[in-house]
C-alpha cells in the first residue's frame, strides 16, 4: 500500500504543478512541499525493507551517527540535506534587534539606514513604524521563502522516489517520459499553432509578462529545458523494452523521445538544444558501454540523422543556429556573459553565506559596472547565483550533496537496474549544461523532476554504517514544519513583498514591510515617491525633501539607471534645489548621451 501511496502522491503532486502554471504561485508549490515532506516524514519512520547483509560474513555494526557516513569526514546524505534546508530557513528567519549586529557590518549598516531614514520621515509626517523592525540575513526574505519552498518540495521527491520498489521507478519513469511528452506538445501548440498571449496554458493570465509563455512556463527556454531533461528518460526506456522485448513499448517511448526532441528544437532554444544533444549523446554511450553497443550507436545515427533532416526541413531552426559556429557574434551569447559578469560582482561583498537566495536582484544594481536598462533577476547561470546568493557555505554544501549521493549509491544494497542509471544520468547531464545558460533548479516543476529523478538512484543502503532511523527523518522533517509556517503566515507576502508591479502602487505601510524584507530593494524609490505626491498635496515640504532623500537612497543603489537619475534631477528641480538637480541630470547624461535636461534657470544646458 505505502509504495502505491508514494507514487499516487508524486503524480498528483507533478499533475497539479503542471496544471497550476509550472509552480509559479508560491501556495501552490507550498500545498506540494506539505503534502510530500509529510508522507516523506511518514515514509521514514517506516521499518527499512531487509537490508542485504554484508559479504564475507562480517559482522553488524551499529547505527552511526548522523555526521559520518562511510568515510569519518563525509556527512550521512540525510544530515547533508537537513543541514541545506536549515541554511535557507536560517537566512530568512528575523533577528531580533539585539542581535542584528551578528548579520555583519555590511548587512547591519543597511539596516540601520533603514530605521534611521524611517524615523526622519516620521519626523517629517510619514507614518512610524509601528514596531522595531526585524531584519533577516538575507537581503530578500519573500524571494529565500519561495526557494525554501522549492527545495522542501525537491528534496521531499527524492526521498520518496527512493523509498519506491525498483518495479514502481521505472513506472515512475514512464509517467515522466508522458507528462514531458505532453508538455512538450502543448507547449509547441502555444508557440506555433495556438498563440497563448500573456497566459499560462491559455487559462492562466500572466499581467505584465515579460516574454512570451510556452506551455506551464514563462518563456521558451524554461519549457524546452524541461522537456529536454525528460527526453534521455524517455530514450533510456526505449532501450529497456527493446532488451526485454515489448516491443510496443519500446516502440510508443521511442516515438516519446521523437516528440520531445522535435519540441525542444521547435523551441528554438538554443541552449536547450545544445543540452538535450549533450544528455541524449551521454544515455547513448552509456547504453553501449552496458554491453548494448548496438543499440547505442543505432540511436547516436538516428539522433545525428533526425537533426540533419529537422535542420533541412526547418527553416526557422535552421535560421535560428546560423552562427553558432561563432558563438563569440551572437547577441544572445554576449548577453548571457554580462549578466555573468555583472552576478560575479556580488560575491566578493558577500563571500561566507551570500545575500540570500533570490536576492541577487536586489543587490547586484550596486555593483554593476554597465548601464544596461534590463532589469536582472536571475544570473542566467545556476552556478554563478549559486555563488552571489549562497556563498562559500552554499558551494561546500552542494559539493557535499554530490558527494555524498555517491558514497550512497556506492553502499547500494541492491543492485541498481540499468535503465534507471541510463535515464538518470542523461537527465543529469541535461540538467548540468542547461544550468550553465539558464536557471531551471529556481524552477519548481523543473526543481520537483530533478528531485524525484535523484532519488530514483538512492536504495536501501547495506546494513553497516546506517544512520540511525531517526536522522533519516530529520530533512523530511524541517522541510514540513518550514512548508507549513511559511504557507500559513506568509501565503501573499511571499510574492508581493519583492514585485516591483504590487510596491507600484503600495501604501506605506506594504512599502515599510517591503523595506524591511529587502533593505536593498527599489522599496525606497516608491516610498520616495509617495511622500513626494503627499508631501505636494498637503504643502508638507519636510515631507517632500525626506521623498527627495529616499529617492537619492535608491539612486545611490543603483548608481547605473538613467533613468533614476533624471527623475531624481526633476525632483530636486521642483524643490527648487537646482545645483543638485544639475549635477542628477549630469549623471543621467553620461549614461545616455542623447538625453537632454530641461533647462534651469539662471544655469546653462550642458
Given amino acids: 500500500m505505502m509504495p502505491m501511496a508514494i507514487f499516487i502522491t508524486l503524480v498528483a503532486s507533478l499533475l497539479f504543478l503542471t496544471i497550476s502554471g509550472g509552480g509559479l504561485f508560491p501556495l501552490t508549490v507550498g500545498v506540494v512541499a506539505i503534502a510530500t515532506s509529510t508522507l516523506a516524514c511518514i515514509v521514514s519512520l517506516r521499518k527499512p525493507t531487509h537490508p542485504l547483509p554484508l559479504q564475507g560474513g562480517e559482522p553488524d555494526v551499529p547505527n552511526s551517527p548522523p555526521w559520518r557516513g562511510r568515510g569519518w569526514v563525509t ?3 540525510e544530515f547533508t540535506l537537513t543541514l541545506i ?33 524611517l524615523q526622519e520621515a516620521a519626523h517629517a509626517g510619514a507614518p512610524a513604524l509601528m514596531e522595531d523592525p526585524w531584519f533577516c540575513l538575507s537581503r530578500n526574505r519573500a524571494g529565500t521563502l519561495r526557494f525554501f519552498l522549492l527545495l522542501a518540495a525537491a528534496i521531499s521527491a527524492g526521498l520518496l522516489t527512493a523509498a519506491l520498489p525498483q518495479k514502481t521507478k521505472i513506472l515512475f519513469l514512464g509517467f515522466l517520459a508522458v507528462l514531458g511528452t505532453a508538455v512538450g506538445v502543448a507547449g509547441y501548440l502555444g508557440q506555433w499553432i495556438i498563440p497563448q498571449g500573456d497566459t499560462l496554458w491559455w487559462f492562466i493570465q500572466i499581467p505584465h509578462a515579460p516574454t512570451s509563455p510556452v506551455g506551464c512556463f514563462l518563456n521558451r527556454n524554461h519549457f524546452a529545458g524541461f522537456v529536454a531533461m525528460l527526453c534521455p528518460v524517455a530514450l533510456a526506456l526505449t532501450v529497456h523494452y527493446l532488451i526485454t522485448r515489448r516491443w510496443v513499448a519500446a516502440s510508443f517511448n521511442l516515438a516519446l523521445t521523437s516528440l520531445m526532441a522535435g519540441a525542444v528544437f521547435m523551441s528554438l532554444s538554443r541552449g536547450a538544444m545544445l543540452a538535450m544533444v549533450v544528455g541524449l549523446i551521454t544515455t547513448s554511450l552509456l547504453i553501449a558501454f552496458r554491453h548494448y553497443w548496438l543499440w547505442g550507436l543505432l540511436f547516436l545515427g538516428l539522433l545525428a540523422a533526425g537533426s540533419g533532416l529537422l535542420l533541412t526541413q526547418s527553416p526557422v531552426v535552421r535560421e535560428r543556429l546560423a552562427g553558432i559556429h561563432n558563438p563569440a557574434k551572437l547577441d544572445s551569447v554576449n548577453s548571457r556573459l554580462h549578466e555573468w559578469q555583472e552576478s560575479l ?57 554530490i558527494v555524498t549521493m555517491r558514497n550512497r549509491i556506492k553502499q547500494s544494497a541492491v543492485p541498481i537496474p540499468v535503465v534507471i542509471i541510463t535515464s538518470t544520468s542523461g537527465a543529469l547531464a541535461v540538467t548540468a549544461i542547461h544550468c550553465f545558460f539558464d536557471f531551471p533548479a529556481h524552477l519548481p516543476l523543473y526543481a520537483f523532476v530533478l528531485g524525484s529523478l535523484a532519488g530514483l538512484l538512492l536504495t536501501p543502503e547495506k546494513k553497516a554504517g546506517r544512520p540511525a532511523r531517526w536522522t533519516t527523518m530529520l530533512p523530511a522533517l524541517i522541510a514540513l514544519i518550514g512548508a507549513v509556517g511559511i504557507t500559513c503566515y506568509h501565503p501573499g507576502d511571499m510574492r508581493t513583498m519583492d514585485d516591483p508591479n504590487y510596491l507600484y502602487n503600495a501604501k506605506y505601510r506594504e512599502l515599510h514591510r517591503a523595506l524591511v524584507w529587502a533593505p536593498t530593494s527599489s522599496a525606497w524609490l516608491y516610498l520616495g515617491r509617495t ?55 549630469q549623471q543621467a547624461q553620461k549614461l545616455r548621451a542623447w538625453m537632454t535636461p530641461p533647462p534651469i534657470q539662471g544655469r546653462p544646458i550642458p
Avoid at 528567519?93 to 547591519?108: E, I, N, Q, T, V
Avoid at 561566507?352 to 533577476?377: D, E, F, K
Avoid at 530636486?572 to 549635477?583: F, G, I, K, M, Y
Fill in 531 to 585: 511622500m513626494l505626491k503627499e508631501g505636494s498635496i498637503t504643502g508638507n515640504g519636510p515631507l517632500c525633501s525626506e521623498g527627495a532623500t529616499f529617492m537619492t537612497r535608491a539612486v545611490m543603489l543603483d548608481p547605473k539607471n538613467y533613468r533614476l537619475w533624471y527623475e531624481l534631477g526633476q525632483v530636486r528641480l521642483s524643490l527648487n534645489d537646482h545645483q543638485r538637480a544639475t549635477e542628477a541630470f
Fill in 75 to 77: 556527512p550521512s546524505l
Fill in 85 to 117: 534546508l536549515l541554511f535557507i530557513l536560517i537566512t530568512a528567519l528575523p533577528l531580533p534587534p539585539a542581535l542584528d549586529w551578528l548579520s555583519g557590518s555590511l548587512r547591519h549598516e543597511q539596516n540601520q539606514k533603514v530605521i534611521t531614514s
Fill in 345 to 401: 560582482r556580488v560575491w566578493p561583498h558577500y563571500p561566507l553565506i551570500g545575500a540570500g537566495a533570490n536576492a541577487l536582484r536586489m543587490v547586484y544594481p550596486q555593483y554593476r559596472q554597465t548601464s544596461v536598462g534590463a532589469r536582472l533577476i536571475f544570473a542566467e547561470n545556476e552556478y554563478i547565483q549559486l555563488a552571489a546568493e549562497c556563498g562559500l557555505v552554499g558551494l561546500v554544501l552542494a559539493g557535499t550533496v
